[in-house]
């Protein structure tokens, strides 16, 4: 299913940056460069995909805008997002398609602040001028991926039916599709994604020559800008004309507060079979019995239901696509709020590691963040806030899991406290699954 009706339907309840147009003053290259940084995310991991840029947040889950052809082959986990500070998060759900462009829309769930491109009109940028693009080109035999800024300049605008409209010079780089273009004031005004060629003949022989690179400029998506503006309108009774930005308009960030709730979308991949019990507990707001049919099914996924726990070495190799699909559930219908991932960066804001080394300190710090511990002591399974008004990350409710040497395990719901997967190594490993 492709979706043409702007980005407000498809987000739901979002803060998303908006800026209408004022001429100001040019930034310098370095500042568009701290604009750009912490906005763009590399997709595919290390070894190499595209590029995309954080474009809206709805509570803990951001949406990243990329080139869809980055991502159009990827099912649920195959993907990685890395964020600037290197920190790893699965691609939740499929992408969803914008329109008939080369563009899509992907998420990932964080309890860390990360900054929202700020998107401007395209048709405010003419040729000669000055445009940034960033991303993170493929890894090479002598260079690792990392981060590229590069300047160039607008050489002109064409017709194409994937978008790619906007000419400009520059290296196409494998890698960098997807990723953020800034105009001088580091405001978002085209999404990169395809190297310009024109055809030569050498000698009676016609090759292909790379002249520049294309983004898909603001403009052939304007829906996103109607629908944004349209919000807004309904949330400060502006009077703002739809897809018609002033120019005499002030360069503000808005955030909307009363767009309809983000539901479930038809686009997602079906749940396998497996998964479909918890995924009606879940939905159904049955969060004990949600909880219970996970700590059922990460025995039978290790194929430990026999002995009813899980040795550490089970938790260090747990299949790393299935964990990725019930912490996607968790976090689907909680609304970012509960859930694996949410645990794990709670874990690695407080300082833990992902080495499987004991760590006692970081795991009572985690138990007293997500609810698990009150008073320096660990609660009863029973003492649990089974429902949304629980802590971030209270659920799935691992404080009631227990170690013994070098095991896991749970009893019924209700377990031996204190000890905890061996001094957090459970904790540890697992996280390092997603």
Known sequence: MKFSQG?????GTTTLALVQYQPVSALTPVEVNDIAKPITVMI??????????????????????????????????????????????????????????????????????????????????????TVYYAGFPAETTNQPRNYR?????????????????????????PGMSGGPVLNEEGLLIAIHGKAETQSIIIQGVQRTEIVGVQGIPTE???????NIQNNIQNNTQANTPRNNPSPRTESKPVTLANTPPNNPSPTNEPTPVIFQKLEALLKAGKWREADLETWALMKKLTKREQEGWLRLEDVKNFPRQELRKMDQLWVKYSNGKLGFSVQKQIWLDLGGKLDGEPDWDTLQK??????????????SYDSYT???????????????????????????????QGTLAGGGRGYSFLFSRL
């Open 366 to 379: 985690l138990g007293s963040r997500v609810g698990w511990r009150q008073n320096n002591e660990w609660l």
């Open 149 to 173: 800024f590069i300047r160039a300049d607008i050489t002109g605008r064409s017709q194409n039916q994937e978008g790619y409209e906007l000419s400009y010079n520059g290296s196409a780089l």
């Open 220 to 226: 052939k998506f304007p829906n996103l800008i109607s």
């Open 386 to 416: 089974f429902s949304t008004n629980a802590l971030p990350g209270h659920l799935p409710g691992w404080g009631s899991w227990w170690g013994r040497g070098n095991s896991w395990g749970v009893m019924g719901g209700e377990g031996v």
């Open 7 to 11: 980005l407000g339907v498809i987000l």
């Open 44 to 129: 595919g991991g290390l070894d190499g995909k595209g590029s995309g840029v954080i474009i809206a947040k709805n509570g803990n889950t951001y949406t990243v805008l990329t080139a869809n052809h980055v991502v159009k082959k990827a099912g649920y986990g195959i993907y990685e997002l890395i964020t600037h500070d290197g920190q790893k998060y699965q691609m939740e759900n499929k992408a969803q398609i914008v329109g008939k462009l080369d563009l899509a829309l992907v998420r990932f769930t964080s309890s860390q602040n990360y900054p929202l491109a700020k998107i401007a009109d395209s048709r405010t940028v003419k040729e000669g001028a």
